[in-house]
T-cell receptor, first 116, second 119 residues
Framework: AQKITQTQPGMFVQEKEAVTLDCTYDTSDQSYGLFWYKQPSSGEMIFLIY??????QNATEGRYSLNFQKARKSANLVISASQLGDSAMYFC?????????????FGQGTRLTINP | EAGVAQSPRYKIIEKRQSVAFWCNPI?????LYWYQQILGQGPKLLIQFQNNGVVDDSQLPKDRFSAERLKGVDSTLKIQPAKLEDSAVYLCASSFTQPSPQLRDTEAFFGQGTRLTVV
């Protein structure tokens, strides 16, 4: 079963608009962490934002915010005022406890294209 | 602070040949991951180490892939023999392991990857 589901293979957005990238997850753990990474065409994985399962407030990092809805098991990434440089693949990932250690699994990604 | 180092950056081999990738994680990071990323897909975890012990290798094709992490620092991933479907980017990542699950998670830091082409 998929642990992390990203249902949007591709998104196209006009520059300066806000965009929401969807992520749902599946876990029976009470303690887990959710991450978003950006992967530009150059290939490196860049950490964007983190949300802990016990965090009561939604995480924010500059133009990035995470819309965390624990009961619905969703952790959507919101990018405000999008820029051309935001064009990239975006991956949602979850860290959960597996056999006493933390395991990090990724979704399939969403390709975001910002149009001028 | 030095990042995660991987080598080589690129490798082209013929099918049935063998290949090895090397990873040096960030100093002090106990957790090391090897991921396979096929073009257009998300990273797939192949193997995860905690110090020099294997935490999870459930998705590692053990008939052809092997990995080790000697002394809990550097790691090597080997493929022998390679198949066409092994063409992918192999990403190494490391993270600091918090002593308590109550402490804030830390993100995994990734190397630049090794792009393998099997012809």
């Amino acid at each position: 079963a998929q642990k992390i589901t990203q249902t949007q293979p591709g998104m196209f957005v006009q520059e300066k608009e806000a965009v929401t990238l969807d992520c749902t997850y599946d876990t029976s753990d009470q303690s887990y962490g959710l991450f978003w990474y950006k992967q530009p065409s150059s290939g490196e994985m860049i950490f964007l934002i983190y949300q802990g399962s016990y965090d009561e407030q939604n995480a924010t990092e500059g133009r990035y915010s995470l819309n965390f809805q624990k009961a619905r098991k969703s952790a959507n990434l919101v990018i405000s005022a999008s820029q051309l440089g935001d064009s990239a693949m975006y991956f949602c990932a979850m860290r959960e406890i597996f056999q006493g250690a933390q395991k990090l699994v990724f979704g399939q990604g969403t390709r975001l294209t910002i149009n001028p | 602070e030095a990042g995660v180092a991987q080598s080589p950056r690129y490798k082209i081999i013929e099918k049935r040949q063998s290949v090895a990738f090397w990873c040096n994680p960030i100093s002090g990071h106990a957790t090391l991951y090897w991921y396979q990323q096929i073009l257009g897909q998300g990273p797939k975890l192949l193997i995860q180490f905690q110090n020099n012990g294997v935490v999870d290798d459930s998705q590692l094709p053990k008939d052809r892939f092997s990995a080790e992490r000697l002394k809990g620092v550097d790691s090597t991933l080997k493929i022998q023999p390679a198949k066409l479907e092994d063409s992918a980017v192999y990403l190494c990542a490391s993270s600091f392991t918090q002593p308590s699950p109550q402490l804030r998670d830390t993100e995994a830091f990734f190397g630049q990857g090794t792009r393998l082409t099997v012809v």
